[in-house]
Nanobody, 125 residues
Framework: QLQLVESGGGLVQPGGSLRLSCAAP????????IGWFRQAPGKEREGVSC????????ISADSVKGRFTISRDNANNTVYLQMNNLKAEDTAVYYC??????????????????WGQGIQVTVSS
């Protein structure tokens, strides 16, 4: 069973940066599209940024375009979400997810085969 582990979350001031990482110890992520999703209190889960298995296609929510960048290092079996110019409205639990068939379009469907446990990102002064 593929298990995804997120890291890199925490508390940051508005305008600051964080880099989230998603890894799958003992498994290779080469064939999976990977997505970052988030869920704020009282809101539905939403797709943030998603990347194809080869890394040649990405999809990002309008709210994060120009601020967040998704990338993957298949050699190190890790996917990253670089978050810059963070805003209070970015505060949420962030989830990493993997899917064999959906490609980066899992961002639109907010559905994937495997999910991580989630990690808190809080943007506050």
């Amino acid at each position: 069973q593929l298990q995804l582990v997120e890291s890199g979350g925490g508390l940051v001031q508005p305008g600051g940066s964080l880099r989230l990482s998603c890894a799958a110890p003992g498994f290779t992520l080469d064939n999976y599209a990977i997505g970052w999703f988030r869920q704020a209190p009282g809101k539905e889960r939403e797709g943030v940024s998603c990347i194809s298995d080869t890394g040649d296609r990405t999809i990002s929510a309008d709210s994060v375009k120009g601020r967040f960048t998704i990338s993957r290092d298949n050699a190190n079996n890790t996917v990253y979400l670089q978050m810059n110019n963070l805003k209070a409205e970015d505060t949420a639990v962030y989830y990493c997810a993997a899917d064999l068939y959906g490609g980066p379009f899992i961002c639109y469907m907010v559905k994937a085969q495997y999910w991580g446990q989630g990690i808190q990102v809080t943007v506050s002064s």
